[in-house]
């Protein structure tokens, strides 16, 4: 596809107190190899020094993305936030990104692909993640969810593989049901890329909710399908301030 025709890619960077970790965030939207993509970065009120490190970006943010956006506001909280970067997005497709996590450089040419020859039914396409620790090194989760340095048989180096590990079904061939879905949120956030307008017909999301993702893929997944690509597009962040 020629890159005049490629959709426009809405990323989205909601901030709240990771002013260690923004930095990194954004800067993964901004070495994606995929060129149309504008960006909405939305302060929610941090009581920490979050702000001022966006504002570090700024200008390498105006000249990579075909539209950029910064939005510095009280706190409202991660649902409303969501849904004001929704009602003022363009783009055809919507990756929100927490502030803490990381996108790997292919991430939106993969999926937006994987979206493009898929069937107009689906609703959105996951990768999947891999997990690291509060300094960006590279973990494993053990069976009880505690980070491991070294790789064994005891471990886990995927998301999918350790939110699904105590599951009946096979996340490769069943994927994003609402059965499976009910069972609990296994579904990589980060890794993910939706329709801007499958979220816009399910009503975006419920503000107050702090499981507004699990209820998200819940609301999807009973009137649309999703697809799953088996390869680690994003890094998952774990640290001691993860809801």
């Known amino acids: 596809m020629g890159q005049d025709k490629l959709p426009l890619v809405t990323a989205v960077v909601p901030v709240y107190n990771h002013e260690k970790y923004v930095i990194d965030s954004v800067r993964s939207i901004i070495r994606q190899s995929y060129p149309n993509i504008e960006l909405i970065i939305i302060n929610d009120g941090s009581t920490d020094h979050s702000h001022e490190m966006v504002l570090t970006l700024i200008a390498e943010c105006e000249r990579r993305f075909v539209r950029f ?6 706190n409202m909280g991660l649902s409303a936030t969501l849904n004001q970067a929704l009602y003022i997005s363009e783009g055809k497709y919507f990756g929100p ?123 999807l997944s009973k009137q649309h399908k999703l697809s799953f690509i088996d390869k680690t597009v994003a890094l998952y962040r774990i640290h001691g301030n993860n809801a």
Not at 69 to 74: K, T
């Open 97 to 219: 990104l927490a502030s803490d996590d990381i996108i790997l450089p292919d991430k939106f040419s993969c999926l937006v692909e994987a979206m493009e020859s898929g069937e107009d039914t689906c609703a959105g396409v996951f990768g999947n993640a891999s997990f690291m620790d509060e300094h960006g090194r590279t973990m494993y989760l053990d069976a009880e969810g505690k980070l491991q340095e070294v790789k064994s048989e005891k471990t886990y180096s995927t998301f999918l593989d350790f939110y699904t590990r105590e599951t009946n079904f096979n996340y490769k061939t069943d994927f994003w049901t609402y059965r499976t879905l009910l069972g609990g949120n296994y579904l990589p956030a980060m890794s993910g890329l939706l329709k801007t307008a499958s979220i816009k017909e399910v009503g975006g999301w419920t503000v107050g909710n702090v499981l507004e993702d699990w209820e998200m893929w819940l609301k």
């Open 69 to 74: 956006e910064y939005i510095n506001r009280d």
